[in-house]
């Protein structure tokens, strides 16, 4: 059997690329340029062959705009997750499980590493090296099967319980904003009393529901919760939290969330999409600043990509790979997104998602108590409205990035998204008279089955 090509970075891009700023991580060490690209370029392939594998639709491929650094560093990022994590832990920084969709500020402040459900599924790919893009595959569909039966069929086992229960994670608490996003959280949590993992701690982050930001009890409700959680943290860190080490957390993640508002801005006016739809995705997580398991680092690398993004508009250059006017589509909904790479070789872009941006667009006061001004932000997150709230918000994000269409997609079986889907689906129309489509996804791996596609495609030509 012939050997599968991986792919490699040009020789002659070197120069120009280790010429760009180091990575700054938070417990004060850096990676060079020139580290990044000897890691990229030498080791990366060795030890983790299936993200270089040249297959043309594969989700985890690397990025093929080489002339902008963050594609470059963000999967240096993601590649290194087991290595800086593990020196993470072996210096006492606890590692805990949290939900996509919220904000990691009070994490970081006690010394955790908060980890959201993708970023669990990397740090366990990082752990198993030399394998290919289909032995990888099938190592996390079988992670998944297990955990099935370990813990329960019934939880979603998009959130990363298979790789807490079943990979060895040394992960130390499953903490969560429950009831956030998505219907099965809080009973996630508690299934994992019954998974043979026993040593992880479990702890409900309690999130009220139903016009929460305006009822004073609640933000105060949550602001004991938080506090609950950073006291819990700071124990197994070993250190004592105090309100200014929170306060100086939100105004860490404030830049970054500032960053991010302001690039995806840029990002939309642009009349060229300046970067294929999974870089642009990679630069706006980045200022949620929980991806790469380290705030820090991805600050640093999103502070450059501003500079280039501005540049890219301000010259009109257009991304690789994009048509000149992409049909552009705008994603709502949790843990399903489309394969962008399919989308973009028919002629459309992603510009946008709901779940996430919801947090990262959220910013916290400064002044004051630190919990309540936490907690009525994280109460005040669009994506958790009522249906007209979150139609409203919705629909200002439609009008900034300029969207053809809307895409609502969301798994089989996850409770709270199929039954707004209809509704937020119609009222966005009705409102704004976009086009919407709603689509349900079986749970999956990265391969995103055909039919989806087919409909996404045939979404586009209708537009």
């Not at 990044?36 to 080791?43: A, G, N, Q």
């Not at 996509?100 to 090296?129: K, N």
């Not at 990035?401 to 089989?412: C, H, K, T």
Request: aromatic share 8%; net charge negative; hydrophobic share 35%.
């Amino acid at each position: 059997m012939a050997k599968t090509a991986l792919y490699e970075y040009p020789a002659e891009l070197r120069e120009e690329f280790e010429a760009t700023e180091d990575i700054h991580f938070r417990d004060g060490s850096r990676a060079t340029a020139a580290d990044v690209w000897h890691f990229m370029t030498e080791i990366g392939p060795k030890r983790y062959p299936f993200a270089y594998t040249q297959k043309k639709y594969a989700g985890s491929r690397l990025s093929r705009d080489i002339h902008l650094p963050s594609a470059i560093k963000n999967h240096y990022l993601l590649l290194t997750m087991n290595d800086r994590i593990n020196k993470s832990r072996e210096n006492g920084a606890p590692v805990i499980f949290v939900q996509g969709g919220q904000s990691v500020d009070p994490y970081y402040a006690a010394g955790g590493i908060a980890l959201r459900p993708a970023s669990v599924g990397l740090w366990a790919r990082g752990r198993h090296e030399g394998l290919g893009l289909n032995e990888e595959a099938i190592r996390s569909r079988n992670q998944r099967e297990k955990a099935n039966h370990a813990i329960s069929f019934e939880a979603c086992q998009t959130a990363g319980y298979a790789n807490i229960q079943e990979d060895d994670l040394p992960v130390d608490m499953v903490a969560p904003f429950t009831c956030l996003r998505c219907s099965d959280i809080s009973y996630g949590v508690e299934a994992h009393r019954h998974g043979p993992n026993k040593a992880v701690k479990l702890m409900n982050i309690d999130y009220p529901m139903r016009h929460q930001a305006d009822k004073p009890w609640a933000v105060e409700y949550f602001a004991r919760n938080l506090r609950r959680l950073t006291s819990e943290i700071g124990k197994r860190a070993g250190r004592e939290v105090t309100d200014d080490d929170l306060t100086k957390e939100i105004k860490l993640h404030n830049e970054g969330r500032r960053l991010a508002i302001d690039t995806a801005e840029l990002w939309w006016s642009a009349d060229l999409p300046p970067t294929n739809g999974v870089d642009r995705r990679a630069l706006y997580q980045m200022g949620g600043m929980e991806i790469h398991g380290d705030p820090s680092a991805s600050l640093t690398v999103l502070r450059e990509s501003n500079a280039y993004i501005r540049e890219r508009v301000k010259r009109g250059i257009k991304a690789e790979g994009v048509v000149d006017k992409p049909i552009r589509l705008f994603v709502c909904g949790s843990c399903v997104f489309p394969n962008d790479f399919r989308i973009e070789e028919a002629g459309a872009i992603i510009v946008g998602q709901d779940n996430h941006w919801s947090d990262i667009s959220t910013l916290v006061a400064e002044e004051g108590d630190p919990y309540q001004n936490l907690a009525h932000a994280i109460l005040s997150y669009p994506y958790e409205q009522s249906i007209e709230k979150r139609a409203e918000w919705t629909i200002e994000q439609l009008k900034k990035s300029r969207a053809d269409g809307v895409l609502f997609l969301y798994q089989w079986g996850c409770n709270t998204q199929s039954a707004i889907a209809r509704m937020l689906c119609d009222t966005i129309k009705r409102d704004s008279g976009i086009p919407t489509m709603i689509i349900e996804q079986h749970e999956g791996g990265s391969e995103q089955s055909e039919q989806l596609l087919n409909r996404v495609n045939a979404f586009i030509e209708m537009l």
